[in-house]
C-alpha cells in the first residue's frame, strides 16, 4: 500500500563522539533496510504474484508416469473424483511430509495462485515435496526434467493422518426427523505433536494431553498454565494494565501553503492534547538518542500529497507507537515524554526549554548484583533471537496483510465501502466500535440494532481502499426485499386476501433479519479492524523494533577501551623512560604523561561501565519487554478472538433461529 521511500529521520551531523554525550549523533538506522533486505513494512512494494507453473513443465509431467502415492494422496481429498481440490485439501496433504511450514507454503504458491489445484499441479507439489526432503533444489525446471526423464520422485508422506468423517446433518419436518450423511465426507486430521522452542532454557512448557477441554499447554479454562519462565520483570497481571491512548485526527491548521494536520492525543490519566507530526519526529529522536539499547517502534513516514487510506494508516501507526513507549517498563518514566502528552503547546514548551540529549548510560550505573545476572551467554541468546528475526517479521508482515484482507472481504459483505474518509473535524469523529454481541435469547438480540452506532458516517478505519469495487451484497439485498414488499402492496382481491397478507409480513421480516445480520457484521468488522487487525500489527511493530535495536547495538556499542589500553601502557613505558633519563625539565614532561594516563584510565573505567549497562540493556529488553510482548499479548489477542468470535457467531445464529420461528406462522394457502 505504502510505496514511496521511507525518508531519513533527523540526525545531528557532528561526527565527534565523547562520552557522557549521546552516542546517537548520526543515524543508525540509515544502513538498515538493505542490511535486512529491505524489510519495511511502510515502504515494501507489494508481493508481485507467483509465477504460473509452465505449460511445458505440465506438457511434461502429463506424459511421465507418476508413483502410486501421488495417486493415492489425490483420491483421499478427491473422493468424488471431480480432478480438482482445494489450497487447504493441498496445504494439509503437504504438511504431513514433515517439511517446514515456509516450504509448504513455498510449494504451494509455487503450483497455484487459484483456490482449486488441479490433479497435475497437485502431482507437482508432490515432486516438489521430494525434492525437499531429499534436499535437493526446489524448482519447476527441475521437476519438469525428472519428467521428460520418467523419474519423478517419490515423496515421503504418512497418509494415515488423514482420516474420513462423515458429518450428520439433520432436517426436522412437521412428521419426523430424518437424519441425512452427507455425499461428500470431510477430513478430519490428527493433531500433530506441539513443540516448544525455549532458547532460555528455563524450563518447558506442559506437554498437550489431547484430552477433551484441553488448552494450550494441558491447561483447562481459559487462563491457562502460568509461564515456567521464573521472574519476568513486570509485575503480576501486567497485561491487563496496559494504559490505552488515542490519536485521532484533530482538523488542519496552517495557511494555504503550509497546512499540516494535527492530532488529538487522549490518555486515560492526561486528558487530550494536539500535536503535529513534526513533534512526533521529535519525540521519537529525543527518546532514540537517550535510549539508544532499547525496543523503540519505528513512526510511520511522511508523503507529500497523501491520500486518505495512508493518512489513516499513519494515525493507526502513531498511535501504535504511543501505546508501545507509554507502557515500556522504562522510557515510560522519560520526563520528555510526560511533557508531551500533557504540556498545551509543546512548541512553545521546546522554545523555552533546554532538552538533554545525554545517553541513559551517563547517568545510570548497574550495581554488581545486577550485573551477576546478567547471563554469561547472553550472546548466544542475543544471536538466536537474531537468526530469526528476519523470518519473524515477513511471517508477521503477511498475517497483516492476509488477516486486513480477510476482513475486509467480511465488511464488504456488510456495507458498500466509499474510498473518500469523513471530514477530519473534531466533531465529525465517532466512538470506537463497541462489542454488543447479545447471546442470550432471540428477544435481546432484536434489540441490537438501536443499540448500534450509527453507521452513515462511519469511522474512515472502517474504509476500503480507493481500488476496492466491492459491493454491498447483504444491505442490497434488504433493499431489494423492501422494495419488494412495497411494490406487492395490496392483491387484486382486495384486504381480505390473508394470503398475500401473511406472505409480505413475512418477507418485511425476512428483510428486519437481513438488516440485523449486516449490523452484526459491520459491527464484528469494525472490532476486528480497529483491535485484532492493530494487535496483529503491534507484533510485527515488536520484531521491526528488535531488529532495528540489533542494527544500533551493532553500531553504537563500539568504544575505544582497547586503543586506549595500549595508549595507556605505551605511555607508562615513556614515562618511566622519562623518569630515567632525567633530563633538564623531565619532571613537567613527567607530569603531562601521568595527566593523559590518568584520563585515559577514567575514559576506560566509564566506557567499561558503559559495556556492561549495554549488555544489561540488552538482557532487559529481551528477557523483559521481547519475551513479554511476543508470548503474553499474542496470547490476550488470540483469547480475546476467539471470545468475540464465538460471541458473534452465537448472535448470528440466535438472529436466524428468531426468522425461523417467526416465518412459521407464514401461510401456504
Not at 456495507?415 to 469523513?422: C, F, K, L, N
Not at 441490537?448 to 450509527?454: A, E, F, R, V
Not at 474504509?463 to 406487492?488: C, F, G, I, M, W
Request: aromatic residues 8%.
Amino acid at each position: 500500500m505504502f510505496n514511496a521511500p521511507r525518508p531519513t529521520q533527523a540526525y545531528g551531523t557532528s561526527s565527534s563522539v565523547s562520552f557522557g554525550a549521546s552516542f546517537v549523533d548520526e543515524n543508525p538506522l540509515a544502513a538498515s533496510t538493505t542490511t535486512y533486505d529491505g524489510l519495511d513494512p511502510w515502504s515494501a512494494a507489494p508481493s508481485p504474484s507467483p509465477p504460473p507453473v509452465p505449460s511445458i513443465f505440465t506438457n511434461a509431467i502429463a506424459e511421465a508416469t507418476v508413483p502410486a502415492i501421488y495417486q493415492q494422496s489425490f483420491a483421499t481429498v478427491d473422493p468424488t473424483n471431480s480432478g480438482e481440490t482445494s489450497v487447504n485439501s493441498l496445504s494439509r496433504v503437504l504438511s504431513t511430509s514433515s517439511l517446514p511450514a515456509a516450504t509448504v507454503d513455498k510449494i504451494v504458491n509455487l503450483v497455484s495462485t487459484r483456490p482449486r489445484v488441479s490433479k497435475l499441479e497437485f502431482f507437482v507439489a508432490l515432486a516438489l515435496v521430494a525434492l525437499a526432503q531429499a534436499g535437493k533444489d526446489v524448482s519447476v525446471e527441475q521437476v519438469a526434467l525428472l519428467a521428460q526423464q520418467n523419474t519423478l520422485p517419490e515423496p515421503t508422506l504418512d497418509i494415515s493422518l488423514l482420516s474420513y468423517r462423515a458429518p450428520a446433518a439433520t432436517t426436522t419436518s412437521s412428521n419426523a426427523t430424518t437424519t441425512i450423511t452427507a455425499s461428500r465426507p470431510s477430513l478430519s486430521y490428527g493433531q500433530p505433536a506441539a513443540s516448544t522452542n525455549d532458547p532460555w532454557m528455563t524450563g518447558r512448557f506442559g506437554t498437550y494431553p489431547g484430552g477433551a477441554g484441553a488448552g494450550i499447554n494441558g491447561a483447562g479454562g481459559a487462563g491457562g498454565m502460568p509461564s515456567s519462565v521464573s521472574g519476568t520483570g513486570l509485575p503480576s497481571d501486567w497485561w491487563k494494565r496496559q494504559e490505552k491512548v488515542s490519536v485521532q485526527f484533530g482538523g488542519q491548521q496552517g495557511f494555504v501553503l503550509n497546512r499540516y494536520i494535527v492530532y488529538g492525543i487522549t490518555t486515560e490519566q492526561r486528558g487530550t492534547v494536539q500535536r503535529r507530526y513534526s513533534e512526533f519526529t521529535f519525540l521519537w529522536d529525543c527518546l532514540v538518542r537517550r535510549y539508544p539499547f532499547r525496543l523503540l517502534p519505528q513512526l510511520p513516514p511522511k508523503r507529500i500529497g497523501p491520500d486518505e487510506s495512508f493518512l489513516e494508516q499513519r494515525r493507526k501507526g502513531l498511535e501504535r507507537f504511543l501505546c508501545f513507549v507509554i507502557n515500556h517498563p522504562v522510557i515510560k518514566e522519560d520526563a520528555l515524554l510526560s511533557t508531551f502528552l500533557v504540556e498545551p503547546s509543546f512548541e512553545q514548551w521546546r522554545k523555552h526549554s533546554s532538552i538533554s540529549l545525554e545517553e541513559e548510560s551517563a547517568s545510570k550505573r548497574i550495581d554488581r548484583v545486577e550485573e551477576m545476572t546478567i547471563p554469561s551467554d547472553l550472546e548466544d541468546k542475543l544471536g538466536h533471537v537474531r537468526q530469526r528475526i528476519i523470518p519473524l517479521i515477513e511471517a508477521w508482515q503477511k498475517i497483516c496483510i492476509l488477516g486486513e484482507r480477510l476482513i475486509r472481504k467480511r465488511e464488504a459483505a456488510a456495507v458498500r465501502s466509499t474510498s473518500t474518509r469523513p471530514s477530519l473535524m473534531p466533531h465529525l469523529r465517532l466512538p470506537p466500535a463497541r462489542r454488543i454481541y447479545s447471546t442470550s435469547t432471540a428477544a435481546n438480540l432484536i434489540r441490537i440494532p438501536s443499540m448500534l452506532p450509527p453507521f452513515s458516517s462511519r469511522d474512515p478505519a472502517l474504509s476500503l481502499s480507493p481500488s476496492s469495487t466491492a459491493q454491498a451484497d447483504l444491505s442490497r439485498l434488504t433493499n431489494t426485499l423492501k422494495t419488494l414488499v412495497e411494490v406487492n402492496g395490496q392483491c387484486w382481491k382486495g384486504e381480505d386476501c390473508d394470503l398475500s397478507e401473511g406472505v409480505k409480513q413475512g418477507i418485511s421480516v425476512v428483510a428486519s433479519h437481513v438488516q440485523r445480520h449486516t449490523d452484526l457484521l459491520e459491527l464484528r468488522t469494525g472490532v476486528l479492524l480497529q483491535d485484532t487487525l492493530e494487535g496483529l500489527k503491534s507484533q510485527r511493530d515488536l520484531y521491526i523494533a528488535m531488529r532495528d535495536l540489533f542494527v544500533r547495538h551493532d553500531r553504537l556499542s563500539v568504544d575505544q577501551v582497547d586503543r586506549l589500553k595500549k595508549r595507556v601502557d605505551s605511555n607508562a613505558i615513556k614515562l618511566e623512560s622519562v623518569k630515567m633519563a632525567a633530563k633538564e625539565g623531565w619532571q613537567e614532561e613527567a607530569e603531562k604523561l601521568a595527566g593523559i594516563i590518568e584520563k585515559d584510565k577514567v575514559t576506560i573505567s566509564a566506557q567499561l561501565n558503559r559495556r556492561v549497562f549495554i549488555r544489561a540493556c540488552m538482557w532487559h529488553e529481551l528477557r523483559v519487554v521481547l519475551h513479554n510482548r511476543e508470548n503474553t499479548l499474542l496470547t490476550q489477542l488470540v483469547q480475546s478472538f476467539a471470545h468475540e468470535e464465538r460471541d458473534y457467531a452465537h448472535s448470528v445464529a440466535a438472529n436466524w433461529v428468531s426468522l425461523a420461528q417467526a416465518v412459521e406462522s407464514m401461510p401456504f394457502e
